[in-house]
């Protein structure tokens, strides 16, 4: 009775969130169909501007994996790397596909050697640490607000993303000094996971804490290479997005198109929409006009962005997955 009760449960759960991803479609659907309206103008735009948004995006996908490599004390980059292409490209093709993608990844590191706490606390301590990066962008930024003429709402978002940086500082802080903060916490997951009947939970608390200082570990000692990783991640996407608009003819600010950027990437935080589609479509053409490109530029770019940065993960995550399944057929791979 139990489990039938907790599979109906899990069914109207899945349905309402259903719902409310169609609701959400119909409200973004029209800016989506009006970014790929664009699409024929695609051919327009100088071949080597492709080469040249694809360099940079590939560039950012190896910076994440050089992180997780980092904090994983992984010398290989085989299993991250494909672990990390699959894991993403489901996170962007389901709703709330962060969790799933999340998921798919310590699975498949799970199944190449990796402890799974610590794999889950370096996936968790290498996002917030990207994350953080990218709300410090427009921190960067300020020394030249003066300087530029900035729409008022860029400048609120560019206020927003200092203010959630302190956030997560602070958060990330407390996680990484405080046994009983990070003990907490897993108790917590580990309580979910027993009510939903998704894995063994008990004792959760303390084996997090065991794996958070594992990774604190292996971090102190390799800071020097983590934190610029993470730069690169945020930076070489920024500056595909930066290509884009240069491949179109767009003349903005870099500056402003930095604080575009930003508000874009938060967008696609969005759990609603696979990885925020029609959100970030919508919201950064939005927010690229608000910057100074043209309506028609600003679709355009952000339609040769979303190409290399949304669509092609795609069937890379498929042939990532693929490949990593052969190797581990039989056996596992080792953690170094």
């Not at 664009?38 to 080597?48: M, Q, T």
């Not at 604190?216 to 000692?221: A, D, V």
């Not at 950027?261 to 690229?288: D, H, K, N």
């Amino acid at each position: 009775m139990a489990t039938a009760t907790t599979s109906r449960r899990r069914l109207i759960g899945r349905i309402a969130f259903l719902v409310v991803t169609l609701i959400a479609f119909y409200f973004v659907l029209p800016g989506l169909l009006a970014t790929f309206d664009a699409l024929p103008r695609l051919r327009d735009v100088y071949p080597a501007w492709f080469a040249v948004v694809l360099v940079l995006e590939g560039a950012s996908f190896v910076a994440i994996w050089e992180l997780q490599r980092i904090a994983l004390g992984a010398k290989s980059w085989f299993d991250i790397a494909c672990s990390h292409t699959a894991g993403n490209a489901v996170g962007r093709a389901v709703p709330g596909g962060v969790a799933a993608g999340g998921a798919l990844q310590l699975k498949m590191l799970a199944q190449a050697g990796f402890d799974m706490p610590t794999a889950t606390t370096a996936l968790a301590a290498t996002g917030l640490l990207s994350t953080a990066i990218l709300f410090a962008l427009p921190v960067l930024a300020l020394p030249a607000v003066p300087f530029v003429a900035i729409n008022q709402q860029l400048v609120e978002g560019a206020l927003l993303a200092v203010f959630l940086f302190f956030v997560l500082f602070a958060f990330s802080a407390l996680m990484i000094r405080s046994d009983r903060a990070v003990d907490a916490v897993g108790r917590t997951i580990g309580w979910i996971a027993a009510r939903l009947h998704i894995g063994d939970g008990s004792d959760l608390g303390a084996r997090v804490v065991e794996s958070r200082n594992v990774i604190r570990r292996e971090l102190r000692y390799s800071w020097k290479r983590a934190v610029p990783a993470a730069a690169a991640n945020q930076l070489f996407d920024f500056l595909a997005l930066e290509a884009s608009l240069l491949a179109v003819g767009a003349s903005v600010d870099p500056i402003l198109v930095l604080l575009a950027y930003v508000a874009a990437a938060t967008l696609s935080m969005i759990p609603i929409t696979p990885g925020g589609l029609g959100f970030v479509e919508a919201g950064l053409a939005g927010v690229l006009t608000l910057a100074g490109a043209s309506p028609d530029e600003a679709v355009l770019a952000t339609l040769l962005y979303r190409l290399f940065s949304y669509w092609l993960p795609l069937p890379l995550g498929l042939g990532a997955s693929i490949a990593f399944s052969r190797r581990h057929r039989t056996t596992a791979a080792p953690t170094s």
